[in-house]
């Protein structure tokens, strides 16, 4: 089922808002090739696009964290870590899969993750974070 934007995962920092609406259309955009053109080349092309804009908001968040001194940055940093980390398994899980199949059920499960993850994690850390740039950059800090 597609991620319908919602006002609950605004976290009130246009920037952030914008990335995080970027992900949603490709995760979405994800499951409309799984459904219509389920064919090998196309979803790991289709995943590692994914997965670059994944790591670049990534090190967006992480800079501007940086930069401010956000005092949560190393909790939020391994939260991307182990995203990171669980991308890299579930690729590889999906790379040996034996059959068609078997990889389609692959790219399903690391979709659905993905999605269950960005929303999770928007609503539990990012809106923290967000508040945090918001007062920055009222300050003067960005």
């Not at 459904?35 to 995943?47: E, G, N, T, V």
């Not at 968040?61 to 940055?73: H, Q, S, T, V």
């Not at 850390?125 to 800090?141: F, N, P, T």
Request: with cysteine.
């Amino acid at each position: 089922m597609p991620i319908q934007w919602r006002e609950k995962l605004t976290v009130g920092d246009v920037a952030t808002d914008d990335e995080h609406k970027h992900l949603v259309c490709l995760l979405n955009g994800l499951e409309v090739l799984v459904k219509r053109y389920p064919k090998k080349l196309a979803l790991f092309a289709f995943l590692d696009e994914v997965e670059e804009e994944i790591n670049n908001h990534f090190c967006n968040e992480e800079a501007l964290m940086r930069k401010i001194g956000y005092p949560r940055f190393e909790e939020h940093f391994q939260a991307h870590q182990r995203l990171r980390q669980e991308m890299k398994s579930i690729r590889h899980d999906m790379a040996s899969a034996e059959d068609h199949e078997g990889f389609v059920r692959e790219v399903i499960g690391f979709m659905n993750r993905i999605k269950s993850w960005l929303i999770n994690h928007i609503i539990e850390m990012d809106k923290d974070y967000a508040a945090y740039v918001i007062k920055a950059r009222r300050a003067g800090k960005t």
